[in-house]
């Protein structure tokens, strides 16, 4: 009987090897994770699950039972040290464990600040995993003054969580500007504008020096300009990097994460990857895409290949992020972009549309989700949509799909 075991219990592969039975495949599954809860949802982690209004199973993606049901082997609380994959084996501890398919779904990890500048601190937090927020959570509190490091999306979600919990925060980006990696100037006044309302205080174009505390505990930050915070947490949002090290040391090739072909298949033919932690072809590029969305779909497209369907995996990027009662709502990549048209929405809404030259790449939407369909609509179609109704709100942006 064939053995499918997949390394990585979260949404990659929990929606693997589901898909895998859904599919008909009747061989022998195991599904690996290292955390000892159930494969669980991650983006409602920092934001209801911190904030009290979401419950621990309530994040779970498929109860205990389905697992059983459908004779998946979930193997939690377990680390493998080891592939062999000339002898097509996982090193679990003193147990070897064989397989005949392997797939990788390990995601990725948070950058941590250096224990050199303070980073072994009690009281410092990454927000990533479920231990991490509830490490955090008894910080969270009303009248608590916070750091945040970083003005990417991970660090402003966690911004406006704590805000809205009362806590001081002080948010530093060591770019000239917060979101400038992933999104455009516009983006970036728009966020920066809803924070500062919510009374966070935002300094751009300034990193942190060090951090300092007392028994253990982090207590002061010292920022680059010599500006001395008391603080009684910290989180630092940095980014994140793909978990490839037990592909890297299996000889697995490796590039931005664990390098695969259009169907999934990383250099070795018995192994495959999928989620966070695979990086694949993408219109004649190499892209790593850090989303739920990605991890699902390109999951059920190598399960499907696993069974032989040898079907290339066409990513449709998309993403969002929630910051108190805004919600943004992105389609597209944006690289490459060279200029953007504002649309303004009803009610407040707003939503940026990335061009290159007068091709559309991308949008980013803002309590806007009509203008997100029909831009993602378009986008995924290869379509680009004319500047001027777009920049028009009076116009309605549904032609656009039948040009």
């Excluded at 990725?108 to 509830?134: C, E, N, T």
């Excluded at 490490?135 to 805000?163: K, N, S």
């Excluded at 991890?295 to 190598?302: G, M």
């Amino acid at each position: 009987m064939t053995h499918i075991a997949v390394i990585g219990a979260g949404q990659a592969g929990s929606s693997l090897v589901a898909k895998l039975r859904k599919c008909g495949f009747d061989g022998e599954i195991t599904l690996i994770g290292a955390e000892k809860v159930l494969p669980y949802q991650r983006p409602p982690l920092s934001k209801a699950y911190l904030l009290g209004e979401m419950e621990l199973e309530r994040l779970f993606l498929r109860p205990e039972s389905f697992y059983a049901e459908n004779n998946i082997t979930l193997r939690l609380g377990t680390k493998v040290d080891a592939i062999d994959a000339a002898a097509k084996t996982l090193q679990i501890g003193d147990e070897t464990l064989s397989y005949d398919q392997l797939v990788l779904t390990t995601g990725s990890q948070p950058r941590h600040l250096p224990a050199a500048i303070g980073g072994d601190l009690g009281g410092v937090h990454v927000v990533r995993d479920l231990k991490d927020v509830d490490a955090m959570a008894p910080a969270v509190t009303d009248g608590a003054r916070a750091l945040i490091v970083g003005g990417g999306y991970i660090g402003l979600e966690a911004a406006a969580v704590c805000a809205k919990r009362g806590v001081s925060v002080t948010l530093v980006e060591m770019a000239d500007r917060i979101l400038q990696r992933v999104a455009a100037p516009e983006t970036s006044d728009y966020f920066r504008a809803l924070h500062s309302a919510q009374g966070v205080d935002i300094r751009e174009g300034v990193g942190l020096s060090h951090l300092e505390g007392d028994a253990g505990k982090v207590t002061c930050a010292v920022l680059a300009d010599g500006t001395r915070l008391d603080v009684d947490f910290v989180v630092v949002g940095v980014g994140i990097t793909p978990a490839s090290e037990l592909a890297a040391d299996a000889g697995l090739e490796i590039e931005n994460g664990i390098r695969t072909d259009e169907l999934g298949r990383t250099s070795d033919p018995a192994i495959w990857a999928a989620g966070d932690c695979a990086s694949f072809p993408y219109k004649g590029q190499r892209i790593r895409l850090e989303s739920v969305p990605n991890a699902i779909d390109q999951a059920e497209v190598v399960a499907e290949n696993l069974l032989g369907a040898e079907k290339a995996y066409v990513a449709t990027p998309w993403f969002w992020s929630d910051q108190y009662d805004v919600k943004l709502q992105i389609a597209g990549l944006n690289s490459g972009y060279d200029n953007v048209v504002t649309r303004q929405g009803a009610d407040g809404s707003m939503s940026f549309w990335y061009y290159t030259g007068d091709q559309l790449v991308a949008v980013d939407a803002m309590n806007d989700p009509r203008a997100y369909m029909v831009a993602k609509r378009l986008i995924e179609a290869g379509k680009t949509a004319d500047k001027a109704i777009v920049a028009d709100p009076e116009a309605d942006l549904k032609p656009l799909l039948k040009a």
